[in-house]
């Protein structure tokens, strides 16, 4: 596509697998007066304090480079926060959560900036994506999951073209050079700064990640060798393991013999993982659950925790601060990647502390 989008002509049903090159170093070119109107389209709300912080840049900017840089400066300079719980924003959000809340995460940084560069009379336009990933250190490869998703900008220059900036990395650069790793146990409070480190793994939770490691590897593998390769490559294969004897019928046996096995250790060894470590998460979090229940709020069938602390809030406002932290807690432990023995203590004190 024009904007160096790759769009398939009908929706993915399948897996597919293509080759592409990257090039780092270009230039998109002069715009044509449609992208040029596009660029710097603006709402009709834009405020005169907005209008006169983007003025004091231009006067002090000799190139829009230049002017580019003092919008970055302005995000690094001024109180900003990463969050992931950002306030509640009203008509004008990009205004409001410039000089007001000054919290929010990628999409409020891009669109902020963007609507400022068109401000100043520099195209520019919002990308989405994703930014990093996970090396698969047993394959080789990168594993890139939807936690990745992000959202930057691109501002137009004479003589180089779309050129990509991102105003998250001037507020959080941990953001764009770390694993998205952060820690729950704060609650669910609006307007929380996410602190971002590195979480301490146990022995228990190295291993699963390497359970896990191992088998997207060979996932990839039985893709990229079994399911996608020539009869060429399928020979040296065998060659390689000593199987050229596999034949025909023979071969079909010996490859669903082992993948039976292989899904059958796959099998057991989640279930042993999930004994270990899930198990009583789930049991203090069906706990809590009976106790909301006797207190006249029964969880839904259909109902993620998420929206069972909404609910519970909206009924019971006096619940929602010891709420709000068995409920963080718990998708930390259960769905994300938080762990560790100080955090499982912290959710069954709680739970045994909760009387509502």
């Known amino acids: 596509m024009p904007d160096f989008q790759i769009i398939g002509s009908q929706p993915s049903g399948k897996r597919y697998r293509y080759e592409i090159s990257s090039r780092l170093n270009y230039n998109t070119g002069a715009l044509t007066e449609e992208e040029r109107q596009r660029g710097l389209q603006l709402p009709d709300n834009i405020t005169a304090r907005m ?3 983007v003025q004091t840049w231009r006067s002090a900017s000799n190139s829009n480079r230049t002017l ?19 306030p509640l924003l009203d008509d004008n959000p990009a205004d409001q959560f410039l000089f007001e809340t000054r919290r929010g995460f990628c999409e409020h940084y891009a669109t902020s900036f963007v609507t400022m560069m ?3 009379g520099v195209p520019a336009r919002i990308v989405t994506g994703y930014q990093g990933g996970e090396i698969n250190p047993m394959g080789g490869h990168l594993i890139v999951r939807q936690s990745d ?3 930057w900008a691109e501002v137009w220059l004479e003589n180089l073209g779309w050129v990509r ?5 001037a507020v959080a650069p941990e953001r764009i050079e770390r694993p998205f790793e952060f820690d729950f146990d704060e609650g669910l409070a609006p307007g929380i700064p996410i602190n971002f480190g590195s979480v301490e793994s146990d022995f228990l939770k ?25 009869m060429e490559q399928q020979g040296r294969l065998m060659d390689l393991l000593g199987l050229n004897f596999l034949k025909g019928a023979k071969l079909a046996i010996g490859m669903i013999a082992a993948t039976g096995l292989l899904i059958l250790l796959i099998s057991l060894l989640l279930w042993l993982r ?9 049991a203090g979090y069906l706990r809590f659950c009976r106790r909301m229940e006797r207190s006249g709020i029964p969880r839904l069938a259909h109902e993620g925790p998420r929206d069972y602390f909404q609910r519970i809030g909206a009924k019971r406002a006096d619940l929602k601060i010891p709420v709000g932290k068995i409920i963080a807690l718990y998708i930390g432990l259960h769905y ?17 502390a909760f009387r509502p």
């Open 336 to 352: 994300g990647r938080l762990d560790g023995e100080k955090s499982r203590q912290r959710f069954h004190q709680l739970i045994r």
């Open 165 to 169: 900036t991102d105003p998250t990395a």
């Open 206 to 230: 190295r291993f699963a990640k390497q359970v896990r490691f191992g088998v997207d590897a060979m996932n990839a593998s039985w893709h990229r060798w079994v399911l996608g390769y020539s």
């Open 118 to 120: 068109r401000v100043a």
């Open 51 to 53: 209008r006169q912080l």
């Open 274 to 282: 999930a004994r270990e470590k899930l198990a009583p998460v789930q």
């Open 68 to 86: 580019v840089n003092q919008a970055l400066n302005y995000f690094r300079r001024e109180p900003f926060y990463y969050t992931l719980y950002p």
């Open 149 to 151: 998703a992000h959202a």
